[in-house]
């Protein structure tokens, strides 16, 4: 049987697009919720997850952080998907007759320009691939959707217009996961490490804590912080540095972290995606 990777979402969403682009080997299985795609894994319904974690011009998807620590899986790979936003009508349609579109609510402010150029009023949807099923199955004239192109073939709709977005830059971060962690090195690029940990309740133990990245020269390309259990003291960091735990920089600075914390967890160890550096 096919090896299966989940993600949150109906068949066409941009969750799906990142699970054709990364694993086109693997077949998909949508599910409703980010803990509905974590169950699926850790159940062996599926080997792999696909989890959105931030996008460029929204920065990171909420509750995300607060659900990898607790899922029990490991992070093996990261994918980058740039979001290309197309208009899908009705076949027969032409660009004209659209009147209105249904979307997700962070695509319509992208495709703002676009929209007031054609005289095109949006609405908010729960899902754009799902707004995309209802079209299908409504076939309301004069209603667009802005979705994937990949939602457009899946539900039998035309792509009207494509790369409506008003910026180039859309880019949305993902992570495979999988119940096993990989400490393996692979690949030819850089590798990542994601990690998390709670300071001990010190003074300036965040800022002796990362002391130790600085002085071994460990790059650090993400810190967020986000309290635990609704506490205003106990405050976990997720973070994500440049390197394997193996280098011996790299040691040494989670060597340091570790004496200022009351816990260290990897999540994951994994090479870098090319497209992070371009």
Same mark, same amino acid.
């Given at each position: 049987?096919?090896?299966?990777?989940?993600?949150?979402?109906?068949? %066409?969403?941009?969750?799906?697009?990142?699970?054709?682009?990364?694993?086109?080997?693997?077949?998909?299985?949508?599910?409703?919720?980010?803990? !509905?795609?974590?169950?699926?894994?850790?159940?062996?319904?599926?080997?792999?997850?696909?989890?959105?974690?931030?996008?460029?011009?929204?920065?990171?998807?909420?509750?995300?952080?607060?659900?990898?620590?607790?899922?029990?899986?490991?992070?093996?790979?990261?994918?980058?998907?740039?979001?290309?936003?197309?208009?899908?009508?009705?076949?027969?349609?032409?660009?004209?007759?659209?009147? !209105?579109?249904?979307?997700?609510?962070?695509?319509?402010?992208?495709? =703002?320009?676009?929209?007031?150029?054609?005289?095109?009023?949006?609405?908010?949807?729960?899902?754009?691939?799902?707004?995309?099923?209802?079209?299908?199955?409504?076939?309301?004239?004069?209603?667009?959707?802005?979705?994937?192109?990949? =939602?457009?073939?899946?539900?039998?709709?035309?792509?009207?217009?494509?790369?409506?977005?008003?910026?180039?830059? @859309?880019?949305?971060?993902?992570?495979?996961?999988?119940?096993?962690?990989?400490?393996?090195?692979?690949?030819?690029?850089?590798?990542?490490?994601?990690?998390?940990?709670?300071?001990? @309740?010190?003074?300036?133990?965040?800022?002796?804590?990362? %002391?130790?990245?600085?002085? @071994?020269?460990?790059?650090?390309?993400?810190?967020?912080?986000?309290?635990?259990?609704?506490?205003?003291? =106990?405050?976990?960091?997720?973070?994500?540095?440049?390197?394997?735990?193996?280098?011996?920089?790299?040691?040494?600075?989670?060597?340091?972290?570790?004496?200022?914390?009351?816990?260290?967890?990897?999540?994951?160890?994994?090479?870098?995606?090319?497209?992070?550096?371009?």
């Amino acid at each position: 049987m096919p090896r299966k990777i989940a993600f949150q979402g109906e068949p %066409g969403a941009y969750s799906h697009e990142a699970c054709r682009e990364a694993r086109p080997d693997h077949e998909v299985l949508a599910c409703e919720t980010f803990d !509905e795609v974590i169950a699926a894994v850790r159940g062996g319904v599926a080997e792999l997850a696909m989890l959105p974690v931030e996008n460029s011009t929204y920065g990171r998807v909420a509750d995300i952080h607060r659900l990898l620590p607790e899922s029990g899986l490991h992070i093996h790979d990261e994918a980058f998907l740039r979001v290309r936003i197309s208009l899908l009508g009705l076949p027969g349609t032409a660009l004209d007759d659209i009147r !209105e579109v249904r979307a997700h609510l962070v695509l319509l402010p992208q495709s =703002a320009n676009f929209l007031r150029a054609h005289g095109i009023k949006g609405h908010a949807a729960a899902d754009s691939a799902g707004a995309a099923a209802e079209l299908a199955e409504h076939r309301t004239p004069g209603e667009g959707v802005l979705a994937s192109s990949l =939602a457009g073939e899946i539900y039998g709709l035309e792509v009207l217009a494509s790369d409506i977005e008003d910026h180039g830059h @859309n880019t949305t971060r993902f992570v495979i996961m999988g119940r096993e962690i990989d400490l393996t090195r692979r690949g030819t690029d850089a590798m990542m490490t994601t990690f998390v940990f709670e300071v001990r @309740n010190i003074p300036a133990a965040l800022y002796k804590a990362m %002391g130790g990245f600085a002085t @071994n020269g460990v790059n650090m390309t993400k810190l967020e912080s986000y309290m635990i259990d609704g506490s205003f003291t =106990a405050t976990r960091f997720y973070a994500d540095i440049e390197g394997h735990p193996d280098d011996p920089a790299v040691a040494r600075a989670l060597e340091e972290l570790d004496y200022f914390t009351n816990n260290l967890d990897i999540l994951g160890v994994y090479p870098a995606d090319p497209r992070r550096y371009m």
